[in-house]
Nanobody, 124 residues
C-alpha cells in the first residue's frame, strides 16, 4: 500500500483547509486510517482516526469540533477537513493506515503504512 497526502498550504488563522490522502491497493477498505502531525522540534502527535467501516471516528482534544475526518472507500481516499485553524495547528500532516487494537488508535506504532506528509502553515 502506498499513500499520497496532499492539500496542505499556507492559510490565515481562522481559515480552512482540506487534506487528502490517496491510497493504492485493493485492500484499503480493510484498514483504519489516521492523521498525525509533527511540528518542528516536537514529537509526532495523533490528530484523528476513522475505522474501516467509517462507523467510528476519534479526535485529539486539541482539534475536536474543528477537524473532521472522512473516507471514501470507492476512491481509496481519506480526507481531513480542517476549520478554524490556529497557528498551533502548523505542522507536517501525515496519513497512516493500520489495524490498531481498539483502544490504541492514537499510537503511531500501530500503523503500518505512512504517507510522505503535507505541510500546513497557519499564520496569525
Amino acid at each position: 500500500v502506498q499513500l499520497q497526502a496532499s492539500g496542505g498550504g499556507l492559510v490565515q488563522e481562522g481559515g480552512s483547509l482540506r487534506l487528502s490522502c490517496a491510497a493504492s491497493g485493493r485492500t484499503f477498505s480493510t484498514y483504519a486510517v489516521a492523521w498525525f502531525r509533527q511540528a518542528p522540534g516536537k514529537e509526532r502527535e495523533f490528530v484523528a482516526h476513522i475505522r474501516q467501516s467509517s462507523s467510528a471516528t476519534y479526535y485529539a482534544d486539541s482539534v475536536k469540533g474543528r477537524f473532521t475526518i472522512s473516507r471514501d472507500s470507492s476512491k481509496n481516499a481519506v480526507y481531513l477537513q480542517m476549520s478554524s485553524l490556529k497557528p498551533e495547528d502548523t505542522a507536517t500532516y501525515y496519513c497512516a493506515l493500520g489495524r490498531p487494537i481498539y483502544s490504541a488508535y492514537a499510537v503511531s506504532s500501530m500503523y503500518n503504512y505512512w504517507g510522505q506528509g503535507t505541510q500546513v502553515t497557519v499564520s496569525s
